[in-house]
């Protein structure tokens, strides 16, 4: 492939379905790989062999836990042996796995692909990693920018299993079972379901070599038909609160958007959302510099855009001793950019600020490879971001902020402080 921004991007699909991409960066003191399937928190109800399925909350993440498990031991001990640092993450959208090494590569990445492709799971060891997820639960279940951020999808949502938390709740869990996880795994860790990318310094014949010969190739893929409920273009709740033993109250606001539309390009309106989130509030808006000026915010307020499987919103927040009247200020500015456009110099400004973010990305070999596995999902190249960019206008931030300023689209999710009487 022709190299952008001065790099290289190999890329092939195995027979097996698998995706394989490696980004060759010699600069990189390490090599990082990551193995991710397409199954987050929000795959809660499938059919699976024309049976409909419904997986109680937190699966997704309980099975994460699990796949470091082996008959001959656990893949972390493992890595102990080789020195690498491995670790795993379960998002609303998929789960990964990757490991970062200075040597060893091909050793390492071995152990990557077998325990990620291999389950074992047994009623005692099913039911002991129950303890230890309830007690992660319970920790998350405590923490205030947690509880208000999933109070946000609770309240932009009405079926939509984003909002419930991505851990599930100890009382969710309770009722997995090794029979439901080698299901989940069937269904969904097969290798078309699945994508590799490799970030540093491997060979790639190599690299192929491996996948090839250590991933599933004799089963063919599973048909599955996901279900996210009924789409509802107004939120479930305006307010969602709740109380915590906090100094001052922290909020999120979410801003209800539409889903992406057939072949609509994922990386584009992830763009756009990212760069219409940074116009209404990023650190170096107008708005922001004024709320923070009335102490209305600290440095602590953040923003963001999610895309999720039919659903997506933005989602911006922080400690404030007055929420709704940030909410206010947010709704209105949203309001104004929706009716008169966004000013020609905030734009520019703000499209450039987006784009050297990106850029920074390529020098984050964990990012770069979150990145790429995003748009290999969706059948696109993270790398094409910049001439992306080139097509965003004005226009395009100005329509997705006239959606965002539809009646009833808004939820604020705030942890109050306790009173004494609570």
């Known amino acids: 492939m022709k190299p952008r921004f001065g790099m290289e991007l190999h890329q092939t699909v195995l027979d097996n379905g698998l995706s394989v991409y490696y980004l060759p960066n010699p600069t990189f003191s390490k090599t990082f790989a990551l193995l991710a399937v397409n199954f987050g928190s929000v795959d809660e109800r499938f059919t699976l062999d024309g049976i409909p399925r419904e997986l109680p909350a937190g699966v997704a993440h309980f099975l994460e836990h699990k796949m470091f498990e082996d008959a001959d031991g656990n893949a972390l001990q493992k890595y102990a042996v080789t020195g690498a640092s491995p670790n795993a993450f379960t998002s609303h959208t998929m789960t990964a796995y990757h490991f970062s090494c200075t040597d060893g590569f091909a050793e390492n990445l071995e152990i990557l692909l077998r325990f990620v492709f291999t389950p074992y799971f047994t009623d005692a060891n099913v039911q002991k990693e129950k303890g230890i997820i ?26 939509h299993p984003v909002h419930t938390s991505i851990a599930g709740s100890v009382d969710s869990i309770s009722g997995i079972t090794p029979s439901l996880l080698f299901d989940c795994h069937r269904a969904f860790y097969h290798p078309s379901n699945a994508c590799l990318v490799v970030c540093g310094t491997a060979d790639w014949d190599e690299l192929v070599r491996m996948a090839a010969a250590l991933t599933p190739s004799d089963a063919a893929a599973p048909v599955v038909e996901r279900q996210y409920g009924t789409r509802q273009n107004t939120v479930a709740h305006s307010v969602i609160a709740h109380h915590m033993a906090v100094s001052q109250p922290t909020f999120q606001l979410g801003f209800k958007d539409k889903p992406l539309e057939a072949g609509e390009s994922r990386l584009r309106r992830q763009l756009v959302g990212d760069l219409a989130a940074r116009i209404l509030c990023g650190r170096t808006s107008p708005l922001f510099t004024e709320l923070y000026e009335q102490g209305l915010v600290t440095r602590r307020f953040d923003s963001s855009y999610t895309l999720l499987p039919q659903g997506a919103c933005a989602v911006c927040g922080g400690d404030s001793a007055d929420p709704q009247t940030v909410r206010t200020r947010l709704e209105q500015a949203v309001q104004t950019y929706a009716a008169e456009g966004v000013p020609e110099e905030l734009f520019t400004r703000m499209k450039k600020a987006c784009y050297g973010l990106n850029v920074r990305v390529l020098d984050q070999p964990d990012d770069l490879c979150r990145s790429q596995v995003e748009a290999a999902f969706a059948g696109e190249c993270y790398l094409d971001f910049a001439q992306v960019f080139e097509t965003i206008t004005a226009e395009d931030v100005q329509q997705m902020f006239v959606r965002w300023a539809q009646p009833d689209c808004t939820t604020l999710s705030v942890v109050w402080p306790r009173t004494e009487n609570e």
């Open 134 to 159: 309830g007690q992660e639960i319970g920790m998350l279940d405590d923490t205030p920018d947690w509880v208000a951020y999933m109070g946000v999808f609770e309240g932009l949502y009405h079926e």
